[in-house]
């Protein structure tokens, strides 16, 4: 399921990311932005970070005045977590945790969480290129999951996957970013925990990355 909707979500940005309809106050776009980067927690310091993906499925804004948009959209997110060297999610049922390894060694140990972002940006165009956007998003997560692949005496590489771990449901983040004619650098802080309360470690995140607009 992960995969079809992430395929699904590449599709629409490479096939419709070009799309818009524009008049002078109400703009529509589908794949109006993508954002690569790095998510991290400055609060828990058995997360190594990991990976963060977000991709524009649509946006519907009004422009207030000239060199100005005012847009909402909802954005497919992904983001994988790494625990830091010598530990790993260890997982049963609906939870995980972070543990030191038992293994003779770890490939890599890795927590998904899949969602639907729902931003609320301000763009304030400075020049002919070089615009400036702030703004927020309500984040619905789905349930994670965990992958371990490990090998002990026998040299053998083992795979483990748990599916279903609780996250917190619906979260949020505060998030700027920065474009010189369509490619810039972007930065969210996330001031939740991602996991339930009782079902994973507890930390927040940051994410800071690229991002390309057309």
């Known amino acids: 399921m992960k995969k079809i909707l992430f395929s699904i979500a590449i599709a629409m940005f490479s096939v419709f990311g070009a799309s818009a309809q524009r008049s002078d106050l109400i703009t529509s776009e589908i794949g109006s932005n993508l954002r690569v980067g790095y998510v991290g927690s400055a609060d828990n310091s058995n997360i190594a970070g990991g990976f963060d993906l977000g991709i524009n499925i649509i946006e519907i804004g009004v422009n207030p005045y000239s060199g100005s948009a005012l847009t909402l959209g909802a954005d497919f997110l992904l983001d994988t977590y790494h625990p830091t060297s010598g530990k790993y999610f260890l997982s049963a049922s609906h939870s995980t945790a972070i ?14 969480v899949l969602g639907l972002g729902i931003p609320l940006d301000f763009t304030q165009r400075l020049s002919d290129k070089l615009s400036v956007s702030v703004g927020a ?60 309360d009782g079902h994973g470690p507890s930390f927040n995140t940051f994410a800071v990355g690229l991002i390309f607009k057309h």
């Not at 543990?99 to 998904?112: G, L, M, N």
């Open 99 to 112: 543990v030191p390894s038992i293994f003779s060694k770890i490939k890599y140990s890795t927590a998904t």
């Open 137 to 196: 998003s309500a984040r619905i997560n789905m349930n994670a999951s965990t992958r371990l692949v490990y090998t002990n005496s026998d040299n053998k590489w083992n795979t483990e996957r748990v599916s279903g771990i609780y996250t917190n449901r619906v979260t949020y983040d505060l998030h700027l970013s920065v474009d010189v004619d369509g490619f810039g650098i972007y930065a969210s802080y996330r001031p939740m925990n991602v996991f339930e």
